[in-house]
């Protein structure tokens, strides 16, 4: 098949999965968590973003490795700072919901230049509780999978 062929194809079969069956769960932490303590749970985590939530679990920012480099350069008691001082905070945050498709989120993480998307779901007016994330990571383990399906 033709090469345009094959690319339409590909675009199609990233809009048939769906986020809500690929997302992995969000790592979250307390807005008044500091950045010693979230610096600790990224390395305890394993991961690279984290979401940052008022008690009932909704969103209020994102703080990346960078965005806590950037702090602790410039501070020298990481215990007295809380997080939310190095945040990106709503309403300045890229989101996906459960029933979009996983092109979708690898579209908007490219438009929004980021690593991760938190998953939300909306429970009121500018309110979305996060119930999960996904990542570039989570865009590359689907295209390893669809390679791995091919011959069957
Ligand atoms: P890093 O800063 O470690 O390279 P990112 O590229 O993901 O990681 O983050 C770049 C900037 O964008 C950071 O300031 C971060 O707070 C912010 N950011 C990360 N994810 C999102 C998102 N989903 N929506 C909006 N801003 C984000």
């Not at 600790?40 to 490795?65: A, Q, Y």
Request: net charge negative; no cysteine; aromatic share 6%.
């Amino acid at each position: 098949i033709g090469d345009h062929r094959a690319k339409d194809m590909l675009a199609d079969l990233f809009r048939k999965y769906l986020v809500k069956d690929y997302k992995s769960l969000p790592v979250v932490v307390q807005e008044q968590t500091t950045v010693y303590d979230a610096v600790v749970t990224m390395f305890l985590e394993d991961v690279g973003t984290l979401f940052v939530v008022r008690e009932e679990g909704i969103l209020v920012g994102v703080v990346s490795r960078k965005d806590l480099l950037k702090v602790a350069i410039g501070q020298s008691n990481l215990h007295e700072f809380p997080v939310y001082v190095a945040m990106t905070r709503m309403p300045n945050i890229t989101t996906i919901e459960l029933e979009a498709t996983m092109y979708d989120a690898a579209r908007k993480l490219i438009e929004a230049e980021v690593d991760s998307l938190p998953v939300v779901k909306m429970v009121a007016d500018q309110q979305f509780e996060v119930v999960g994330r996904i990542t570039k990571t989570t865009i590359t383990r689907l295209v390893v999978e669809l390679d791995s399906l091919r011959n069957i």
